[in-house]
C-alpha cells in the first residue's frame, strides 16, 4: 500500500474586533481605501498561504456581518471578554475552543491578527505562521528593524537606553533593533494553551517593512492611514464578476467640473465621448448604470437620455436616494461600484462595495475610495472604469449587436 500522506497542519488566523473602542468610535469598521479595518484583516489571512481558517471574533453585530461579507467566519464573543480590560489572549482562546468545538478539528497553530494594523500583507502572515509550521520556532511575531537611539528621563537628567551617549556609532555599524509592530502573531496551539500567552519556548521574528508600521490607536492614526493607502496600497481595479450595478455622478466625474454661462445665466459643461461609449458598453453588458446628483439642472437630465440611462438629480442625501435604489433594484451596495469626486460622494462611497474617485478627485475622497482612475473626470475617466470591468477594448461577456453610440 502506498504511505499515507501527513496531512498539512491545520493554521486558525483569529482577528479579534471588539465593537467598543474609545479612541475611535467603530474603528473595526472604519474604512481605509473604502474598505472597513477587519475586512483588509481578513482578505490578509486569506491571501495568506499555509493559512487554512480564518475566524473573527467580535461581540459587535456588524463586525460579524462585514467579516462574513469579506469570507471569514464570526464567532459571538462573550460580554465577560468583550470590555476595556479584556485581553487578546482571552478572545483568542474563546475562538480557539469555539472552532474546534464546531469544526471537530484540532489547530495545530494560531495566530492572533489585529486589525489596527492596515498596511498587514498576506505574506508577512503566511511567514510568520511558516516560523511554527516548519518547527522553526514556537512563537513568532512581526518587528520592523530601527535603528533609533532610546532615551529615558532621570532625576539626573536624559540618559541613552540602548547607547553610550557620549557614542555616536553610524548607522551602518550599528546592528539593528526590533520594534514589535502589533500586526502578527503565530503560536504553536498546544503551547498556547499550556502557557495562555502569546510568548513562550523559542520565539522568531519576521522583519517587516518599517514604512507600512502604522497602528491605528486614535482619530490621527486612523488619517494618517488614509493618507498613506494610495501610497502603500497595491493597486486593485474591480472586474465585470465584481460587480452587479455602477453609480454616477455627475459634475467633476463626467464633466471637469467647470460651468460654462451665457449672457442669459443659462449654464453649459462639457461632457466626454468616450464616457459615453462606455456607459453604452456597460449597458449593452447587462449592469444596470444610474446617474447620481445633487444638481437640479437640465443638463443633467439630457445627458441621462442621451446615455439611455436612469437619473436621480437634485438630491440632498445622496446616500439615502442610493440605499432606495438598491432596495428597489435588489442590488446588494456591496456589489455596486460608485464613482464620485468630491465630499458630498463620500457617504456613498461609506454604503457601496467599490467606492472609485476619479483621478481630480478631492484628496479626501482618493483617500476613501477602492480605486482611483488614472484619467480626471470629464476626459474619459468613465471610459477607463468602463475597460475596468470589460476590458481594455471594451469587450463583454457576449459580442455585442450592434454599433455602439456614445
Not at 498613506?228 to 454616477?248: G, H, K, N
Not at 443659462?266 to 468616450?274: I, L, M, P, Q, T
Request: charged residues 20%; proline residues 8%; negative net charge.
Amino acid at each position: 500500500m502506498p504511505e499515507k500522506q501527513p496531512s498539512a497542519p491545520v493554521v486558525l488566523a483569529v482577528i479579534p474586533a471588539r465593537g467598543g473602542s474609545k479612541g475611535v468610535p467603530a474603528k473595526n469598521l472604519a474604512p481605509v481605501a473604502g474598505i472597513p479595518l477587519v475586512g483588509r484583516a481578513v482578505r490578509a489571512c486569506l491571501g495568506a498561504a499555509g493559512v487554512t481558517d480564518v475566524v473573527v471574533s467580535t461581540d459587535d453585530p456588524a463586525i460579524a456581518a462585514a467579516a462574513r461579507a469579506f469570507g471569514a467566519e464570526a464567532v459571538q464573543r462573550p460580554a465577560e471578554i468583550a470590555g476595556d480590560t479584556a485581553t487578546s489572549e482571552s478572545a483568542v482562546l474563546h475562538a480557539l475552543d469555539a472552532f474546534e468545538a464546531t469544526r471537530g478539528r484540532t489547530a495545530d497553530v494560531v495566530l492572533l491578527v489585529q486589525c489596527t494594523s492596515p498596511f498587514l500583507t498576506s505574506q508577512e502572515v503566511a511567514e510568520t505562521a511558516a516560523r511554527i509550521t516548519s518547527g522553526a520556532a514556537d512563537t513568532a511575531f512581526t518587528a520592523a528593524p530601527s535603528h533609533g537611539f532610546l532615551w529615558k528621563e532621570t532625576p539626573d537628567g536624559a540618559t541613552g537606553v540602548n547607547h553610550d551617549k557620549a557614542h555616536r556609532p553610524r548607522r551602518q555599524d550599528r546592528e539593528p533593533e526590533y520594534l514589535e509592530t502589533g500586526a502578527v502573531y503565530a503560536m504553536d496551539a498546544a503551547g498556547f494553551r499550556t502557557h495562555g500567552h502569546r510568548f513562550f519556548g523559542r520565539t522568531a521574528l519576521v522583519a517587516t517593512d518599517p514604512a507600512r508600521v502604522l497602528e491605528i490607536d486614535d482619530p490621527h492614526d486612523l488619517a494618517r492611514a488614509k493618507a498613506l493607502a494610495p501610497l502603500l496600497d497595491e493597486p486593485v481595479t474591480p472586474s465585470f464578476a465584481d460587480v452587479d450595478a455602477v453609480v454616477l455622478d455627475f459634475d467633476g466625474t463626467q464633466t471637469d467640473d467647470r460651468v460654462h454661462l451665457d449672457a442669459e445665466g443659462r449654464e453649459f459643461v462639457s461632457a466626454h465621448r468616450g464616457d459615453g461609449l462606455g456607459i453604452a458598453a456597460l449597458r449593452r453588458a447587462g449592469l444596470p448604470v444610474l446617474i447620481l446628483s445633487t444638481e437640479q439642472n437640465p443638463v443633467v437630465a439630457a445627458r441621462a437620455r442621451k446615455l439611455k440611462i436612469p437619473v436621480l438629480h437634485g438630491i440632498d442625501r445622496k446616500d439615502l436616494a442610493l440605499k432606495e435604489w438598491c432596495e428597489a433594484e435588489s442590488i446588494d451596495p456591496a456589489r455596486v461600484l460608485y464613482a464620485g469626486n468630491d465630499v458630498n460622494d463620500l457617504p456613498c462611497f461609506h454604503l457601496v462595495g467599490w467606492p472609485v474617485a476619479v483621478g481630480s478627485a478631492h484628496d479626501s475622497v482618493r483617500a476613501a475610495a477602492r480605486a482611483v482612475t488614472a484619467t480626471p473626470g470629464g476626459f474619459g475617466a468613465i471610459r477607463e472604469i468602463a475597460a475596468w470591468l470589460l476590458g481594455p477594448e471594451l469587450n463583454t461577456p457576449t459580442p455585442l449587436t450592434g454599433p455602439l453610440h456614445p
